[in-house]
T-cell receptor, first 109, second 116 residues
Framework: RKEVEQDPGPFNVPEGATVAFNCTYS??????FFWYRQDCRKEPKLLMSVYSSGNEDGRFTAQLNRASQYISLLIRDSKLSDSATYLCVVGDSWGKLQFGAGTQVVVTP | GAGVSQSPRYKVAKRGQDVALRCDPISGHVSLFWYQQALGQGPEFLTY????????KSGLPSDRFFAERPEGSVSTLKIQRTQQEDSAVYLC??????????????FGQGTRLTVV
């Protein structure tokens, strides 16, 4: 079983709609949480860190549920440019990062 | 440059050939990671350094894979006797965070290795 699990999708989303997806992690001692975005044939780039209280960055909202060991990402008012693979990343106290396999989002006109 | 730099960007190797992939992390970053990403998959952890110490190499697929970071800066991932299943993009990332916790990791553009 992988340490970080994600629904691979694809999530097909009409432009302007809202999409949400989760990831789960197995290491209860995990200390840091991130969402990365990866475009086709490009390197992953940080979308946002995820904090225990939840946090929002424009149209993106991330939530962390430590008790159930899952992280969510919600995208409001989807844009065509949001089409990408979203990678859930979990870090331990030593700084080691583990990636999920990614959730593909396709925003359609 | 200010980002993580990897070289070469592309490498074609004949089966059985040895290859060396280089990563120049962001100056001052303590942590350095190597990942392997196959087409359509997420990055798979290979190994991790804090400064020159290799703290975790549990993701290296076989003893043909070897990584080093002798001076705590530049790192090299070496693959001996390459096989076709080694074909993938090899990503290097660095972060400022060390034992005190994880911080954002910055990725290089990767080396696309094709073994023929």
């Amino acid at each position: 079983r992988k340490e970080v699990e994600q629904d691979p999708g694809p999530f097909n989303v009409p432009e302007g709609a809202t999409v949400a997806f989760n990831c789960t992690y197995s290491n209860s001692a995990s200390q840091s949480f991130f969402w990365y975005r990866q475009d086709c044939r490009k390197e992953p780039k940080l979308l946002m860190s995820v904090y225990s209280s939840g946090n929002e960055d424009g149209r993106f909202t991330a939530q962390l549920n430590r008790a159930s060991q899952y992280i969510s990402l919600l995208i409001r008012d989807s844009k065509l440019s949001d089409s990408a693979t979203y990678l859930c990343v979990v870090g331990d106290s030593w700084g080691k990062l583990q990636f999920g396999a990614g959730t593909q989002v396709v925003v359609t006109p | 440059g200010a980002g993580v730099s990897q070289s070469p960007r592309y490498k074609v190797a004949k089966r059985g050939q040895d290859v060396a992939l280089r990563c120049d992390p962001i100056s001052g970053h303590v942590s350095l990671f190597w990942y392997q990403q196959a087409l359509g998959q997420g990055p798979e952890f290979l190994t991790y350094f804090q400064n020159e110490a290799q703290l975790d190499k549990s993701g290296l697929p076989s003893d043909r894979f070897f990584a080093e970071r002798p001076e705590g800066s530049v790192s090299t991932l070496k693959i001996q006797r390459t096989q076709q299943e080694d074909s993938a993009v090899y990503l290097c990332a660095s972060s400022f965070g060390g034992r005190q916790g994880s911080t954002e990791a910055f990725f290089g553009q990767g080396t696309r290795l094709t073994v023929v």
